[in-house]
């Protein structure tokens, strides 16, 4: 069974940063696809950020060019760097997975593609 320990979340300002990170263990193949995915308060769960296995991210509009996503395959962690936190990116953010038994991720942002999931961070931002 896959299981995804995150680590990170807290409260900060407008402007402020944090990073989020997320550990796969447990599948008995040797590929975790993976992605971060946020519910904002009264919202559905959003898909915004994921990489492929080459590196490729994907990003949704709400976060280009504010949050970078990366991962250290050897380690199995996937991290979520974010800057410029505004207070309409407080939400309970999670990390997602899929693990199938061949060696290709489509780098989706649909959070119904990953069957796996973390325990949540909350972020929360104040102005």
């Known amino acids: 069974q896959v299981q995804l320990v995150q680590v990170g979340g807290g409260s900060v300002h407008t402007g402020g940063s944090l990073r989020l990170s997320c550990t796969a263990s447990?599948?008995?193949?040797?590929?975790?696809?993976m992605a971060w995915v946020r519910q904002g308060p009264g919202e559905e769960r959003r898909g915004i950020a994921s990489?492929?296995?080459?590196?490729?991210?994907n990003y949704a509009d709400s976060v280009k060019g504010r949050f970078t996503i990366s991962q250290d395959n050897a380690k199995k962690t996937l991290y979520l760097e974010m800057n410029g936190l505004r207070p309409d990116d407080t939400a309970m953010y999670y990390c997602?997975?899929?693990?199938?038994?061949?060696?290709?991720?489509?780098?989706?942002?649909?959070?119904?593609?990953?069957?796996?999931w973390g325990q949540g961070s909350q972020v929360n931002v104040s102005s």
């Open positions: 990489i492929d296995l080459d590196g490729r991210t």
């Open positions: 997602a997975a899929d693990s199938p038994p061949y060696d290709y991720c489509s780098g989706s942002l649909a959070s119904g593609e990953y069957p796996f």
């Open positions: 447990g599948s008995r193949y040797r590929t975790y696809c």
